[in-house]
């Protein structure tokens, strides 16, 4: 037989269970134990699903209430000395409160105190917290939480594998803290001996199987982090259970000699992303070694070619005999639960997708056909997946040949504007009229409670789209009169109408498709509904135009047009898997090229196109990162380059981190770029001045995160550190994102205060 198993399975519920509880025990509305009732109602569930669908092992060990990176911290005893946690770690057992102050610095008990950083996790859009560590730091078993579950498993009947981030990938996530610099590698030794009391733990309640995940495999490892796998697993090996080291996100590379050789029972790895790689791990692996083949794609919610993979495992069915086991490329954590649900979606769409639950058929039937034990139920399912696979291939819904022809004619010159930018600024300066320092905001203004009713009532067809529209008018009416007043230069409409920023667009272009309910868990209690790229994108009509139009007929102030970038776009989104990600990218950069023109004809002077996501598109492997840059350059450039050069484009990025894209980042050509800085000081225009930036650059002089109200003195030395390294004539005043989580009432002081900097500013230069 070929064994079926899986890395884990959604932990937030059907119906977002998991989030309910957790956000009603954050308020007090229910008590610890409704919380962890619900925690085992879940995982029953979860595993209860697994064995139906005909699991040969069950996971456990993905479970956790806020995040499983964070619960291998505190199981190590890894919580900082500021949550005043060491009874609790050294009576061995840290409290669920405990973890909630690491994740969010309060909980329902226990003293508020700065929460951990939070990323994310490899290329996905999870979040996990980072580990601290400290110079000579101790570690200790510090939770029963994995045992409990696993005894659950156990108790339930299931045959159990526990999956646990591996010691390496753990570190590797980690950051180290403290005054005194060190290599947190060199903690590692003190990382083990955990690691190898809950291996003992585990096989003392009969757990045959550990996966220890340890994805830092696919990305590209220092020569110290390599000897140190080696002399890790060297020492893990010794456990009374078997081992799986699990990579996936991507392929080995040069890291396969090392995972083929580790001393363990098992490897597993992605051939989604990386399929070329499964020869070569067959050809190395040792004898006595299991290969999991990651087959199901993990990370996207594209039904599999059944009869396709069953092609292309069939010789690593026939070299490696029982010892090939097939699951999803990774956790399943990834996508959302399941597809059942989506009762509004079509039967030709639906017949398109599979969701986690989908995922555990597929996997089962693979396995099963692999294993030549299959079912009459696998058979139908082959056949269905290729009547459905061979259907999307040939539907006018996905292939618009008109979209194809418009790409094929793309060339050089449509990615560059008709004049350099000394040109454009002077053309520019003319047109626009701008005080030195000319301030500006990033685009929304608070989404009130009102603006979020209307819209609800408005997509419940309770508001009619007139009084709908009519509103979103009186709320741009309202934001004009309001920045005037604060004596704004450059205005926004402030985005009222824009639920995300991602969704508005989508909504409108053909190509996506929305779920209902499929969420992907975001981070803690917090989830996503990404969009679904199924076809090409095309833009049947302007998206943004009368929005825009109307704003600027209320101001003789020019009004900044607001578009969500075509790298963000794509990178928020479930993108379409039988053409290259670049494709996709470049249609949707089509698309908005055309609502560019549309506004520059529409009397827009200047129009800001969004890439807040442009960073987080970077391949995991650094030597990939150039070939990205260059396509996600180019597709900005191709939205926005048809502007005039006397039409503004600026764009905006919400990070701080552009040492090592610099050269991306200008290759833009964004006459105007506003980032997010104020948190470091002024110290990362550091890069823009080294690199001689040429271009308009707007730092942003505030955090909008916090609800402090930012003050002049403060903000004017902060332009003037700016002002020391970009020369005044290139410098913007504006706050450094978006406004729309805050109130009026913290907004119109804050910027009333950043436009007497921008006058303190101009007396001063
Ligand atoms: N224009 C968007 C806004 O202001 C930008 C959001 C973002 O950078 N994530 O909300
Ligand atoms: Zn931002």
């Known amino acids: ?69 964070l619960n291998v911290s505190t199981m190590l005893g890894a919580v900082p000395p500021r949550f005043g946690a060491e009874e609790e770690v050294a009576a061995g057992e840290v409290d ?20 951990c950083e939070m990323t994310k996790y490899f290329d996905t859009n999870y979040h996990y917290l980072v580990p601290e560590l400290y110079v000579g730091q101790r570690f200790q078993l510090a939770s029963n939480r994995l045992f409990d579950e696993v005894a659950e498993a156990r108790d339930a009947g299931h045959p159990v594998k526990v999956v646990l981030t591996g010691p390496l990938t753990w570190l590797w996530l980690a950051k180290e803290k403290g ?68 990579s996936y996100f991507g392929g080995l590379g040069d890291n396969l000699q090392l995972a083929v050789s580790l001393p363990v029972d098992g490897l597993h790895i992605d051939v989604v992303r990386d399929p070329e790689q499964l020869t070569t791990v067959i050809d190395n692996l040792p004898g006595y070694k299991v290969l999991s083949v990651g087959a199901i794609d993990g990370r996207n919610i594209w039904r599999a070619d059944l009869a396709v993979l069953r092609e292309r495992l069939a010789s690593a069915r026939m070299r490696l005999g029982e010892r090939l086991w097939v699951a999803p490329s990774c956790s399943l954590l990834h996508v959302p639960v399941d597809l059942d649900a989506e009762t509004d979606l079509d039967e030709e769409l639906r017949s398109w997708f599979a969701f986690a639950r989908q995922k555990l058929d597929e996997t089962v039937t693979l396995a099963r056909l692999l294993g030549n034990r299959a079912t009459a139920e696998d058979r139908v399912r082959l056949e269905a997946a290729t009547a459905a696979l061979d259907a999307r291939r040939e539907s006018p819904r996905i292939h618009k040949p008109a979209v194809a022809e418009r790409l094929a004619r793309i060339g050089e010159g449509d990615t560059h504007r008709a004049g350099a930018y000394p040109e454009r600024a002077r053309q520019q300066r003319r047109a626009l009229d701008l005080p030195l320092f000319p301030t500006t905001t990033i685009g929304s203004f608070p989404q009130t409670g009102e603006i979020r009713a209307a819209r609800r009532a408005f997509k419940a067809g309770e508001l009619g789209r007139d009084d709908y529209e009519a509103r979103m008018r009186d709320e741009i009416a309202d934001a004009v009169v309001r920045q005037e007043r604060l004596g704004i230069d450059m205005l ?12 508005y667009f989508g909504e409108q272009l053909d190509g996506y498709v929305f779920t209902r309910y499929g969420w992907v868990q975001s981070y803690g209690s917090r989830c996503v509904k990404p969009p679904v790229i199924v076809g090409d994108v095309a833009r049947p009509a302007a998206m943004t135009v009368r929005w825009s139009e109307y704003a600027q007929t209320l101001t003789d102030r020019p009004m900044k047009g607001m578009l969500t970038g075509p790298v963000t776009m794509l990178q928020w989104s479930f993108v379409r898997d039988d053409q ?17 023109a549309d506004l520059e004809a529409a009397g827009i002077p200047a129009i800001q196109i969004d890439e807040p996501a442009l960073r987080e598109g970077l391949p995991l492997r650094r030597g990939e990162w150039q070939a990205y840059l260059d396509w996600a350059v180019a597709c900005f450039r191709l939205t926005a380059a048809v502007a005039r050069d006397e039409t503004q484009i600026h764009t905006h990025m919400c990070y701080s981190e552009f040492n090592d894209i610099i050269a991306a980042i200008a290759a833009l050509d964004a006459d105007v770029i506003t980032i997010e800085t104020s948190r470091s000081d002024m110290e990362l225009l550091d890069v823009f001045q080294d690199f001689a930036y040429p271009n308009e650059i707007g730092p942003g002089v505030y955090d909008i995160h916090s609800p402090n109200i930012p003050q002049v003195d403060w903000m004017v030395q902060l332009m003037e550190k700016a002002a020391e390294r970009i020369p005044a004539e290139r410098l913007w005043v504006n706050p450094d ?26 007396r001063r230069h």
Not at 209 to 229: M, N
Not at 580 to 594: E, G, W, Y
Request: negative net charge.
């Open 179 to 246: 005054d005194e610099a060190f290599d947190r590698l060199s903690l590692l030794d003190a990382v083990l001996p955990v690691y190898g009391e809950i291996l003992a733990r585990l096989a003392d309640q009969g757990v045959t199987w550990v996966q220890l995940d340890e994805p830092a495999l696919v990305q590209d490892l220092p020569r110290e982090w390599k000897q140190a796998f080696e002399s890790a697993y060297n020492t893990l090996r010794r456990a009374p259970v078997k081992l799986m080291v699990a």
């Open 580 to 596: 290259p990600r670049s494709t996709t990218c470049r249609q949707i950069a089509l698309a908005l090229r055309d609502e560019v």
């Open 492 to 503: 926004v409409h402030g985005e009222a109408e824009r639920n995300d920023m991602v969704e």
């Open 96 to 115: 669920l409160d405990t973890t909630f102050r690491m994740a969010r610095g309060r909980a329902p008990s226990g003293e508020p105190a700065a929460a």
């Open 1 to 69: 037989m070929t064994l079926a198993h899986i890395s884990g399975y959604p932990r937030i519920g059907g119906g977002r269970e998991l989030k309910h509880a957790v956000e009603a025990y954050w308020r007090g509305e229910i008590d610890r134990e409704a919380l962890e009732s619900t925690g085992r109602e879940l995982r029953r569930n979860h595993w209860q699903v697994q064995r139906e669908a005909g699991l040969d092992l069950i996971t456990v060990g993905d479970f956790a209430f806020y995040d499983h990176v």
């Open 737 to 762: 994102c978006g406004l729309k989580t805050r109130g009026w009432a913290e907004v119109e002081p804050a910027l009333a205060n950043m436009v007497e900097v921008a006058r303190e500013l101009r």
